[in-house]
């Protein structure tokens, strides 16, 4: 069975500090690709990063990067220098492609998320 | 360019009402996706759209939950003789293909009163 796993429901953190967020997935599948998604307050999921299974270097958006560690099945989201903009919930996703039915399918199985706050 | 959009933004109906919600997504994006957030739940995924057919709706609840998707372009999810267990915020969400990463659109409220 796919699954995520975001053990940590809330987390702090001060202004101009770096935060990681944790991430864990199982999967048998040997291709899967793992996301993270920003959700604040208004609601509207925004895509993050992105990391293949078949990436050999970590993926690094702007103040975001991922910290995949392919053997223990992590992919944590770390992000540097936290702007107040930051605080919102904080998903990790995985896709795994599988035919089903008449056809491929690639969709998300999310974690339950994280709620990040950062104070000033 | 335009992301992805749905309407209503909000719907407050009664038990037992009928209900559609409505998805235009980006334009050239073959694939699309509609999921469920509930505080319950979390995210689930409802159906896939990749063009017009649906490859995987194994994530419809009920019968009482159809979507379509016409000219690969706009998705409609209706959901018949809504229940209370149906509140929740519906999520589309579009990708260029089944391999690139997913964009979402603001949601659609629903509450069923």
């Known amino acids: 069975a796919q699954k995520i796993t975001q053990t940590q429901p809330g987390m702090f953190v001060q202004e101009k500090e770096a935060v990681t967020l944790d991430c864990t997935y199982d999967?048998?599948?040997?291709?899967?690709?793992l996301f993270w998604y920003k959700q604040p307050s208004s609601g509207e999921m925004i895509f993050l990063i992105y990391q293949g299974s078949y990436d050999q270097q970590n993926a690094t958006e702007g103040r975001y990067s991922l910290n995949f560690q392919k053997a223990r099945k992590s992919a944590n989201l770390v992000i540097s220098a936290s702007q107040l903009g930051d605080s919102a919930m904080y998903f990790c996703a995985m896709r795994v492609v599988y035919y089903h039915g008449s056809g491929n399918t690639g969709k998300l199985i999310f974690g339950q998320g994280t709620t990040l706050q950062v104070k000033p | 360019g335009a992301g992805v959009s749905q309407s209503p933004s909000n719907k407050v109906t009664e038990k037992g009402k009928d209900v559609e919600l409505r998805c235009d997504p980006i334009s050239g994006h073959t694939a699309l996706y509609w999921y469920r957030q509930s505080l319950g739940q979390g995210l689930e995924f409802l159906i896939y759209f990749q063009g017009n057919s649906a490859p995987d709706k194994s994530g419809l609840p009920s019968d009482r939950f159809s979507a379509e998707r016409t000219g690969g372009s706009v998705s409609t999810l209706t959901i018949q003789r809504t229940q209370q267990e149906d509140s929740a915020v519906y999520l589309c969400?579009?990708?260029?293909?089944?391999?690139?990463?997913?964009?979402f659109g603001p949601g659609t409220r629903l509450t069923v009163l």
């Open positions: 969400a579009s990708s260029l293909s089944l391999n690139n990463e997913q964009f």
């Open positions: 999967t048998s599948d040997p291709s899967y690709g």
